[in-house]
């Protein structure tokens, strides 16, 4: 057997591996940073001074935790094959948080009479507090995983998951790529032909990483040349920003701000430790056996770390584990990538590439990873199941169409409440529409877990998850009733919204009471039948 003293830091596979950890992390906050800035008008130095080094401090010492746990394991096993669990930001909620919760949250602020700073401030503790609770929830949860996993149908877990990938993770940022089609089309074409049909790159560089290139040359290339039109914007002058992660007790001051979005948070962290879960399993069999409360328990207070220092986006162990043992990585690449993240959120490097790189350069990753995460869905879901992923995908297309209509460019926000609130003819579009996308990622978890249960002819029990919908939309859980997606108490809201309120949870009310009637009915004909 090898000794652990013949396992070197860094192997050629860890510098492959770093590179590809590296750009995933790096696309994701571009993407954070790109939509706060670029889509709500959020203050550039309270992105990159204040969210983005508590945020990379949780990269870090994820990194560093899961490097250390990689040698341990190397050293009782005697192998110097082990690698390392990767971790990083997890694109689906880091996206999430943007655009459903800090976005709507800064322009909220600022319609209540909050000026910009004070609005930005406002927001950035109701995301430490976010990340906070989403912390907590996964520490205690990683003690009773497998319980969740048990009751929780995997098609209700992945589907709701691969929602969010499809539609936020996947489709907006396509937008994004075809904003400026000649350089983001030619990366992502790239990022397809190495990743999706595994075409081996020349000198067998990461596929990850020239795509990287290619599109970035195309864009400063191109640009200055005119070919781009209004797509190109010439670089920003380098800047030092140095800020360290102190922690803070500032989230406090978030908590109260942040219970109207715990219908999005708390699935949030949930759906981290199915993954992780999920994720450590897939490095048992790839050959490196973690101990699973391991993995969860670095993962949830990683995410408490980066809370309590200001971070707003949550860590998470990657499922990349196997592919980054095929390229030869052992330990070295999850140092490198923590170092490299964590410091570049302190001295300010990472913003500045954040600012250099636009996001038809950087989205792709994003892409190809939406792609992956709905295609797992769908793989590791039995066949018979099928229904049950893609019935999931409904509520998060709504709230996709409601972040679009909502958006004051499209409709002006009073228009917005007006058209919102007409359903003198029955509910309006509209409010269908916005009803169905709040609290997307728990009704998602609902219809796909009643659907399954209908697949495998246990109608009580569908009639019963049902009803725990109902109950759900009575306090806006799921199916809130405004437009914030806000939780209430239904005896607190207006004739007009108690109206609609009472018709969603009658809704759910009266399936179950049809299939319970229908699964009564089958029941007496097969004892007849006997």
């Not at 049909?197 to 990850?208: E, F, H, I, S, Y």
Request: glycine share 12%.
């Amino acid at each position: 057997m090898s000794s652990i003293r013949s396992q070197r830091w860094l192997s050629p596979g860890d510098v492959n591996g770093f590179l590809g950890l590296v750009v995933d992390n790096l696309s994701i906050m571009a993407f954070l940073a790109t939509a706060l800035i670029g889509i709500f008008g959020f203050p550039a130095d309270i992105v990159f001074l204040r969210m983005f080094p508590g945020t990379t401090f949780g990269v870090l010492l994820g990194n560093l935790a899961y490097t250390a746990m990689a040698r341990r394991l190397a050293k009782q096993t005697g192998r110097d094959d082990v690698t390392a669990m990767p971790l990083g930001l997890d694109a689906p909620t880091s996206i999430g948080m943007a655009l459903l919760v800090l976005g709507p949250a800064f322009l909220q602020f600022k319609q209540g009479g909050l000026d910009e700073h004070a609005a930005a401030i406002a927001t950035w503790q109701l995301g430490m507090a976010s990340l906070v609770i989403m912390g907590v929830l996964k520490f205690v949860l990683s003690f009773f995983g497998g319980m969740v996993q048990r009751h929780v149908p995997r098609a209700g877990l992945l589907g709701s998951i691969a929602g969010i990938a499809l539609v936020l993770m996947g489709f907006l940022p396509l937008v994004e790529i075809l904003k400026v089609p000649m350089v983001g089309l030619a990366g992502l074409g790239v990022v397809l032909y190495a990743l999706v049909a595994r075409a081996r790159m020349p000198w067998g560089l990461p596929g990850v990483l020239v795509a990287f290139v290619v599109a970035a040359l195309l864009y400063y290339v191109l640009g200055p040349l005119g070919w781009l039109g209004t797509g190109y914007h010439p670089p920003v002058a380098w800047q030092w920003r140095f800020a360290l992660p102190l922690p803070t007790l500032q989230w406090v001051n978030g908590l109260a701000a942040a219970t109207p979005y715990l219908p999005l948070i708390l699935p949030f962290g949930l759906l981290m430790v199915v993954g992780g879960i999920n994720v450590t399993e897939s490095a048992r069999v790839a050959g490196d056996d973690y101990r699973t409360r391991d993995i969860l328990l670095v993962e949830a207070l990683a995410t408490l770390v980066a809370g309590f220092c200001g971070g707003v986006a949550q860590t998470t162990p990657y499922i990349g584990q196997p592919s980054y043992k095929a390229m030869g990585a052992r330990s070295g690449y999850t140092l490198l990538t923590g170092l490299v993240i964590g410091l570049g959120g302190v001295f300010g490097y990472l913003s500045n590439l954040v600012e250099l790189l636009p996001l038809s350069v950087l989205a792709p990753i994003l892409v190809f990873v939406a792609i992956g995460i709905t295609v797992q869905a769908f793989e590791a879901t039995p066949v018979r199941y099928a229904a049950a992923v893609v019935f999931s995908f409904f509520p998060a297309i709504a709230r996709m169409v409601t972040i679009k209509l909502s958006d004051p460019t499209y409709v002006p926000s009073d228009r917005y409440g007006a058209l919102f609130a007409e359903h003198s003819h029955g509910i309006s579009e509209l409010a269908v529409i916005t009803v169905l996308g709040n609290g997307f990622i728990i009704t998602s978890m609902i219809w796909a877990s009643f659907l399954v249960s209908l697949i495998d002819g246990r109608t009580l029990r569908a009639a019963g998850i049902l009803l725990i919908g109902g109950a759900l939309s009575l306090f806006g859980i799921i199916h809130s009733v405004q437009i914030s997606g806000g939780v209430y108490l239904p005896w607190s809201l207006d004739d007009l919204s108690r109206q609609l309120v009472w018709q969603f949870a009658g809704a759910y009310a009266v399936l179950a009471i049809v299939l319970s009637l229908l699964s009564l009915a089958a029941s007496r004909e097969r004892h007849a039948s006997a």
